[in-house]
């Protein structure tokens, strides 16, 4: 079972849209195993976004990222990786999918949402910045069998 990590950022904070991408996550048959709320710190920030550090959106994306809280979380399911993206839609707003979360509710790349792995080796990793192992929970739905 493959397991993806996932922010809503501050804008998704700010404007009550947890509920909104969770609800979405969790309908499409996907389990969360770990969730926190936090403030990111600019170390953080710099971990997790250390493969854009040096492009011309990086100080932009390192404020935007610390400007206000954020629901981190961990996801777990068939092809969680691909088809949490496919949940986001593209990362500009602009270009995704209709029905996907940063179509129906986002219009700036700056101000997009949310964040998802986009491989199995970098959720593992964002998943090790992120969590500790005990805050990974494992259970099991009672309705496992009729999803998977
Ligand atoms: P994310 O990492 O947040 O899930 O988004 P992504 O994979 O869809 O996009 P990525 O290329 O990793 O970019 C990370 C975030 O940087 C911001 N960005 N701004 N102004 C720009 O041209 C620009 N390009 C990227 C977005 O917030 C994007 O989600
Ligand atoms: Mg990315």
Redesign the pocket.
């Known amino acids: 079972m493959e397991r993806t990590f996932v922010l809503v950022k501050p804008d998704g904070v700010q404007r009550g849209l947890i509920g909104e991408v969770i609800a979405r996550l969790e309908k499409r048959g996907l389990k969360l195993t770990a969730a926190k709320f936090l403030a990111v710190s600019n170390d953080l920030a710099e971990k997790h976004y250390a493969v ?1 550090k040096g492009k011309d ?1 990086y100080p932009g ?1 390192i404020r935007y990222i610390t400007s206000a809280p954020v629901m981190a979380m961990v996801w777990e399911g068939t092809n969680a990786v691909a088809v949490v993206r496919q949940t986001m839609g593209a ?1 500009r707003p602009w270009e995704a999918a209709p029905g996907s979360i940063r179509h129906d509710f986002a219009l700036e ?2 101000r ?1 949402l ?3 792995s ?1 491989s199995v080796e970098n959720a593992q990793a964002e998943i090790a910045l992120w969590f500790s192992p005990t805050e990974l929970v494992e259970w099991q739905r009672c309705s496992d069998d009729w999803i998977f």
């Open positions: 854009h959106f994306l990362t790349v700056g997009n949310t964040h998802a986009d």
